[in-house]
């Protein structure tokens, strides 16, 4: 069993072979100055990251710092009931959650009248497909040479009868509520929170302890996946110079 320092919940086995099946593959779309693709469970998303650059149209422009541009789209086929092609309201609104979220992570106000955008496009959908995407988008933050304040880390936790789980059911039942945050790095800072049903107050404590300590474990999976992806770019350079 994995434990967090931050917090009092020690993480299950359950739990920890959960996250364990999570993948990361840093610089899937060679044409993106960031890219990263994430998967776990029944979840599949793909971000790139694009910028800084110039701002179109040019009355988007902030003097001040960088806007953050979030286009999170659904491919028709990425769950069982199918999509129609284009935004819809729901995507809308998780674009402005992430948007939101990863403006925390980034140094904005070093980049006045820029844009940095950052498209996801979800291949797979199934519980938790948020803070994974949020995950994506840090991890593609950094491939894109972007500077962060840290990584954006995250967890679900699905709360029912029998109290808070990391592992999801299948599908949600009505009587469980689903609950996704995204961290500044191992710290106590949440800069995402998603509830999706009702959450008691006696419930919320035990939620929150859980979810930390499953973001904790995905934080530092990200970190050993940064490591060994700099690491192996290092070795290529070197191979190229001899």
Partial sequence: MAQDPHSSYELTDSDTRWIEQMEMK????????????VKLGG????????????????HLQDSLKAIVQCKYNLAPFSSQERKRPGPDRRST????????ALEEVMFVQR??????????????????IRWLSLVAA????????????????????VVDGSGPSIEPPSELSPEQTLVEVGTL????????????????????????DVAQAGSKM???????????????LSESDEEVGQ
Wanted: hydrophobic share 35%.
């Fill in 218 to 232: 995905v934080y530092d999976m990200q970190k050993e996946m940064i490591r060994g992806h700099f690491a192996q």
């Fill in 185 to 208: 790095g191992d710290s106590d800072k949440f800069i995402m929170f998603q509830v999706d049903g009702g959450l008691s107050q006696d419930d919320m404590s035990q939620t929150m």
């Fill in 111 to 128: 980049y006045p009248k820029t844009s940095i955008d950052i498209y996801f496009e979800v291949m797979e959908a199934s519980i938790g």
């Fill in 93 to 100: 609104e998780i674009s402005r959650i992430l948007g939101e």
């Fill in 26 to 37: 840093i610089g899937r779309i060679g044409r993106a100055d960031g890219s990263c693709q």
């Fill in 138 to 157: 840090s991890m593609a933050l950094v491939d894109a040479g972007i500077p962060i304040k840290e990584l954006a880390s995250g967890c679900s936790v």
């Fill in 43 to 58: 979840n599949n998303v793909i971000c790139a990251v694009y910028g800084p650059r110039e701002v179109y149209p040019r």
